[in-house]
């Protein structure tokens, strides 16, 4: 559905050292970081598409907008849990632990954060636990 997905960022660095492993918890892979521009991708290993970009706005300066989230794919509940779990540990604010949440269906398995610059992010599993 989607060619790829930027997110904005005011502090590459600081967001690098968040995305980059919560990320590769959630299975994706560093396909390119150019601190010159700044902008990094990420993508699904042998995937070329879709791809998750985080940057400097071409426009000027990130603001986080009201409304807006970012949700992710997760394989497994386990992957929701260690996703959620490295957000945190690297700087990101809890916006709703991990749990089910069965006013969206029986089997959505969520967390909820935000990133370093104040995005709203989402890691979500829609399988039954098995």
């Known amino acids: 559905m989607y060619s790829h997905l930027f997110v904005g960022v005011t502090n ?4 690098l050292a968040f995305y980059a492993p919560v990320l590769q918890a959630l299975g994706l892979q560093l ?3 150019e ?4 902008w990094a991708g990420w993508q699904k290993a042998g995937e070329a598409r879709p791809l ?6 071409f426009e000027g300066e990130h603001q986080p907008g009201n409304g807006q989230m970012t949700a992710f794919l997760a394989d497994s509940r ?5 996703v959620y779990q490295a957000a945190l540990a690297h700087g990101g604010t809890s916006e709703g632990a991990p749990g ?4 969206y ?6 967390a909820y954060f935000r990133d370093t610059e104040g995005n709203k992010l989402c890691v979500a599993c829609h399988v039954a636990e098995g």
Do not use: Q, T, W
């Not at 590459?12 to 967001?15: L, V």
């Not at 386990?78 to 260690?82: G, Q, R, S, T, W």
């Open 52 to 57: 998750f970009l985080i940057g400097k706005p």
């Open 12 to 15: 590459f660095e600081r967001a």
């Open 78 to 82: 386990a992957v929701v849990d260690a």
């Open 100 to 103: 089910l949440r069965p006013e």
């Open 35 to 38: 601190r010159s521009r700044p």
């Open 31 to 33: 396909r390119f970081c």
């Open 105 to 110: 269906h029986a089997n959505y398995y969520g």
